[in-house]
């Protein structure tokens, strides 16, 4: 089982800049798909961009160009660097791990086995 701790949420206005991060524990990382997802209040939890084990990653369309996702094996972290924030980006983000390359639909909350508690990101106009 892995721990997800998920840091460097906050306010921030338009236009600006945020880098989450999420911190593993426990078992090896190295091996794992990971992904952030958000969810807003009365909203579904949505997909915002994944990386596998071998480093392909995903993004939603809304976020493509504008966040980068980055893993470090090593650090046992995984780090999504947001800039030019929009308002509609306000939500929890949440981190989560799928241990063992398994191959699936990593745009998919099912996909995952484990989630960290969230950070809280709030954009203002």
């Known amino acids: 089982q892995v721990q997800l701790v998920e840091s460097g949420g906050g306010l921030v206005q338009a236009g600006g800049s945020l880098r989450l991060s999420c911190a593993a524990s426990?078992?090896?990382?190295?091996?794992?798909?990971l992904g952030w997802f958000r969810q807003a209040p009365g909203k579904e939890r949505e997909f915002v961009a994944a990386?596998?084990?071998?480093?392909?990653?995903y993004y939603a369309d809304s976020v493509k160009g504008r966040f980068t996702l980055s893993r470090d094996n090593a650090k046992k972290t995984v780090t999504l660097e947001m800039s030019s924030l929009k308002p509609e980006d306000t939500a929890l983000y949440y981190c989560?791990?799928?241990?063992?390359?398994?191959?699936?639909?990593?745009?998919?909350?099912?996909?995952?086995?484990?989630w960290g508690q969230g950070t809280q990101v709030t954009v203002s106009s």
């Open positions: 989560a791990a799928k241990r063992d390359r398994v191959s699936g639909s990593m745009r998919n909350p099912s996909y995952y086995d484990e």
């Open positions: 426990g078992r090896t990382f190295s091996n794992d798909g």
């Open positions: 990386i596998n084990w071998s480093g392909v990653k």
